[in-house]
T-cell receptor
């Protein structure tokens, strides 16, 4: 069965600190996709990144970076030099190739960045 | 880019009434749409998958007679909460995909907050 676990329910940091959001997943499929979404207080989900199971290269996009390790079934997300605007709930999600495209979400991590 | 419009954004209704929420893909054809429900400070729970022209596939534990889903065209899916009760109050979010592959990036609507009095 598919499962996504985000063990950190809430994280609070001070602006300019680096913060890492953890994500651990479970799946029996060999081909799958991992996603991160941001949900600001407005409620709309904002797509951040998609990685497929065959691409373990780390990715950096501005202050955001992602570390995908199949050996530990983890797909962690790091925000460098956090800003107040980064405050939101962040969801990690999993989609298997043949599951019709549906996303299974983790519990979410609420990040609070204080000035 | 892909845009999904969800309407209404907020709705308040009396217990026993039915409420319809619309989800439209504005600039692409969505062969598959998904409906999620989110409780306060909780994750998104998949309710059902709807494919254009066919019956929706409901997740285990979701009452299909309570939550009617219709996907009559490639750009519109509707969720009707029938005979709503206070426990149906929640944040409902739709998402749309161009296909049914897990590789597709879903585009989400802005959500609809339902309050049943």
């Amino acid at each position: 069965a598919q499962k996504v676990t985000q063990a950190q329910t809430e994280i609070s940091v001070v602006e300019k600190e680096d913060v890492t959001l953890d994500c651990v997943y479970e799946t029996r499929d060999t081909t799958y996709y991992l996603f991160w979404y941001k949900q600001p207080p407005s409620g709309e989900l904002v797509f951040l990144i998609r990685r497929n199971s065959f691409d373990e290269q780390n990715e950096i996009s501005g202050r955001y970076s992602w570390n995908f390790q199949k050996s530990t079934s983890s797909f962690n997300f790091t925000i460098t030099a956090s800003q107040v605007v980064d405050s939101a709930v962040y969801f990690c999600a999993l989609s298997d190739l043949n599951q019709g495209g549906k996303l299974i979400f983790g519990q979410g991590t609420e990040l609070s960045v204080k000035p | 880019g892909a845009v999904v419009s969800q309407h209404p954004s907020r709705v308040i209704c009396k217990s026993g009434t039915s409420v319809k929420i619309e989800c439209r893909s504005l600039d692409f054809q969505a062969t598959t749409m998904f409906w999620y429900r989110q409780f306060p400070k909780k994750s998104l729970m998949l309710m059902a998958t709807s494919n254009e022209g066919s019956k929706a596939t409901y997740e285990q534990g979701v009452e299909k007679d309570k939550f009617l889903i219709n996907h009559a065209s490639l750009t519109l899916s509707t969720l009707t909460v029938t005979s709503a009760h206070p426990e149906d109050s929640s944040f409902y979010i739709c998402s749309a995909s161009r296909g049914s592959s897990g590789a597709n990036v879903l585009t989400f609507g802005a959500g609809s907050r339902l309050t049943v009095l």
